[in-house]
């Protein structure tokens, strides 16, 4: 199936890859959340359930969509998926169902789900965290040769906020 709409991974990773440790933040960068915010609004959530309950609620003005095994796990104001196709089909029905909601998919985690997710993401919106913290989950490998970065913005450590840098990827197209 190809994408009705582009797929954008939005991912914090540390330098060892980890993203998460199943339980809570692993880190607290200041201009981070309103980063995400604004790459995320008006867009269709794709995430596994265990990043849902993590989060615990929908976000406002997003939609959630949460990819599980499980098929009896429901959430109030959750669209529920059983496999990528699923997924990606509910997240375009989201979008198509209001004019005014953005023409783009976003990728949110965890690790499982941006592995299997992958290979059809057309962008990534990254935060590189300069830590090292212990986790079980983690950002999968990237092929350096499929990926080009369009844009960086480094942040020094300050304030005991680690040094981290906003960047973003584009799937290098193939001719």
């Known amino acids: 199936m190809n994408n009705p709409y582009p797929l954008t991974a939005v991912v914090a990773m540390a330098r060892n890859r980890v993203i998460g440790d199943g339980e ?97 993401t057309d962008r990534i919106d990254l935060t590189e965290i300069d830590l090292a913290p212990e986790g079980d989950a983690t950002f999968p490998e990237l092929n350096q040769a499929e990926w080009r970065e369009v844009g960086r913005d480094d942040r020094p450590a300050e304030d005991g906020v680690p040094a981290h840098a906003f960047v973003q990827l584009e799937r290098v197209k193939v001719s």
């Open 24 to 120: 809570k933040l692993l880190w607290h960068l200041p201009g981070d959340l309103p980063r995400v915010k604004a790459l995320t609004m008006g867009r269709p959530l794709i995430m596994g359930r265990r990043t849902y309950l993590s989060i615990g609620r929908p976000l406002p003005g997003r939609g959630t969509i949460v990819l599980t095994r499980q098929s009896d796990w429901s959430a109030e104001g959750v669209i529920t998926a059983d496999d990528l196709d699923d997924a990606i089909a509910k997240a375009a029905a989201w979008i198509d169902a209001d004019s005014s909601r953005e023409k783009e998919i976003i990728i949110f985690g965890g690790g499982e789900i941006y592995a299997a997710f992958l290979p059809r």
